[in-house]
């Protein structure tokens, strides 16, 4: 089985407010490419580029590995099932390829948002990740932190019960499969 990555480039109206010409867009795919691969970098470059100037684009990669087996046997049987336009084939397949059943790991995001958080008087980010090793019950659970235009991304390796964690932080958002922000950049052309 090879394990896939899912990626999408956004470019979104709450972050392009009030830009003239501004249309919001998206391109998603799936590879075999590790999220900080050169080839990634240069697409997310050239969708970057295609945006009017002072525009800002993200681009997001799968916590969770993906089934390629799961997801060319649901294409085929959406084929089956379908009248589809051929061309849009790899759209088809990226749109398979995010449903939760498809996906090879059970990784956990957590959406930790710096403004939300210091708007409500939530603790810190180091509390935060104490308190995952507590209520989670196991001090190896963090699979990374990363940085965010607002906050962090942690993503952790299993999922754990959760609902006394995210009473304590009602700003801290549960993702249990989605993507992981890895870059972002502004048009300047």
Known sequence: ME???LILFVSRNKDNFGLPDFKQRKYQFLTNKA???PK???KFQDFVSKGVN???SRYYYSVNKRDSRKIQKDVIHYLIDN???ISKLDSLASRIAAKPE???ENKWLFDFDIGLIAKHGTPKLDQFIEDIFEMSGDRDILESISDTITGYHIIVKHGFDTRILLEKYPNVELKRDDMR????MENTN
């Open 40 to 42: 990634n970098m240069d």
């Open 181 to 184: 922000l890895i870059s972002y």
């Open 102 to 104: 498809n996906r090879s």
């Open 54 to 56: 002072g525009e800002l």
């Open 35 to 37: 999220p900080d691969d």
């Open 3 to 5: 394990e896939l990555g």
């Open 83 to 85: 009248n589809v336009n």
